[in-house]
């Protein structure tokens, strides 16, 4: 029996475009018939390394595609809703780069758009998928800490402005700075390490010292360059209360006068015992060993986990593509919902900040 291939569209020439192309070029069955990017000579060449039968300048032609069964969404943040929105409503499933857009109630649009197509809506929260963090999780989801009480966690870059005048400091694209860029995953693998409790409120405050100066700069190979002022912070701190009583302090920074090389990490103290990871080195570094600190028999009887590399955009990618050749019954669960969770904490984060208060959710 021959099944008919999934026919994908993907929108983005960027390091996350091309790794949403890369990943559904490794699948079996897949097929990405459209490629949509402003680039016009990536575009071409990108469209015959790969295949893509179709490419456009526009994203609005790409969804206007027939026959279209996805699309992938890896653009400045300020468009994944319209392209999301209007790609569900013509019927095909999305999967959208983080963060899912740049407010909580944009996010709601999408959420909404999804239920209303019976459609999926996917995000990538590619940094779950890291070895370490996996190991964590199935430490703590088999209760070998207890409940944990307290955890906290932080990405932190010294020079980490993915580019200074790209859409990424232009507040109107990306909504905001380091926490809206890379607080979401921070928040991500937090919540779910610790269960996905409910985040009842937020204490935060933002920064923006460096980049307005021109300092901090990265030099990520951002596509869209727009030549925007500084209009975003550049470092945050967040302090989150947790249903059941527990709280998580998070620290994002694109640029601080800190070690030259990145850090990502997470610590978490539970009622029976107490974990850390953290990846000196951050993008570089795929996977952290976990660190677990715990008794037995009222002896310390501490160890270290050696985690695997994850697979990242790969199995992002790969559970998307299951999930919508899946069941139709599965659908409903996968409508976004979590991605807009976060956009609503981080909509808190960012009223805490310019309120000077604690904001409840
Ligand atoms: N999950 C991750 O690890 C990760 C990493 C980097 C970026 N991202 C996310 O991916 C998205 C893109 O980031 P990037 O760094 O690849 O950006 P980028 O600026 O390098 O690339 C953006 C792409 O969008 C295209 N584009 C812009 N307007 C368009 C339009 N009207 N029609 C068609 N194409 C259009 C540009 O031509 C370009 O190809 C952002 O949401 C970012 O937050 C995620």
């Known amino acids: 029996m021959t099944v008919r291939p999934l026919r ?25 018939v ?19 039968p179709a490419t456009f300048a526009r994203w609005e032609d ?10 992938s969404i890896a653009v400045p943040t300020w468009l994944h809703a319209p392209i999301a929105v209007a790609a569900l409503r013509r019927g095909a499933h999305v999967l959208s780069e983080k963060p899912i857009a740049r407010t909580g109630d944009e996010a709601q649009t999408m959420v909404d758009a999804a239920r209303a197509a019976g459609r999926v809506l996917d995000v990538v929260f590619n940094h779950r998928r890291r070895g370490d963090v996996m ?7 088999r209760g070998a800490i207890g409940r944990p009480y307290y955890a906290r966690a932080s990405w932190l870059r010294r020079n980490g402005i993915p580019r200074l005048g790209s859409w990424f400091v232009n507040e109107e694209m990306s909504g905001g700075g380091p ?3 890379i607080g979401v995953h921070v928040l991500d693998w937090s919540l779910h390490l610790l269960g996905e409790p409910r985040v009842l409120s937020a204490s935060a405050a933002t920064y923006s010292e460096l980049g307005p100066r021109g300092r901090g700069g990265g030099d990520r190979d951002t596509l ?11 470092f945050a701190s967040a302090f989150l209360r947790l249903e059941g009583g527990g709280t998580l302090a998070l620290e994002t920074g694109w640029a601080t006068y800190r070690d030259p090389v990145d850090v990502m990490d997470f610590t978490v103290y539970g009622t029976e015992g107490g974990a850390e990871w953290r ?30 590399p994850g697979r990242a955009h790969q199995a992002v990618v790969e559970e998307f593509v299951d999930v919508v050749r899946g069941d139709p019954g599965t659908w409903s669960a996968h409508d976004g919902s979590h991605a807009l969770t976060r956009a609503r904490v981080i909509d808190a984060c960012y009223r805490s900040a310019r309120e000077h208060r604690e904001v409840a959710l």
């Open 8 to 32: 994908v569209g993907v929108i983005g020439l960027g390091w996350a475009g091309q790794q949403h192309l890369e990943a559904y070029r490794a699948i079996r069955g897949v097929e990405v």
């Open 34 to 52: 459209a490629l949509a990017g402003q680039e016009a000579d990536l575009l071409a060449e990108l469209g015959r390394r790969h295949e893509v």
């Open 224 to 234: 869209t360059h727009e030549t925007s002022a500084y209009e975003v912070e550049d």
């Open 135 to 141: 190991a964590l999780s199935d430490l703590i989801a």
């Open 62 to 71: 790409l969804v206007e595609l027939p026959g279209l069964d996805a699309v």
């Open 179 to 181: 926490l809206v860029d």
């Open 279 to 308: 990846a000196v080195g951050a993008t570089d570094v795929p996977v952290a060993d976990v660190q677990v600190f715990t008794e037995r028999g009222g002896h310390p009887a501490d160890h270290t986990i050696t985690a695997q």
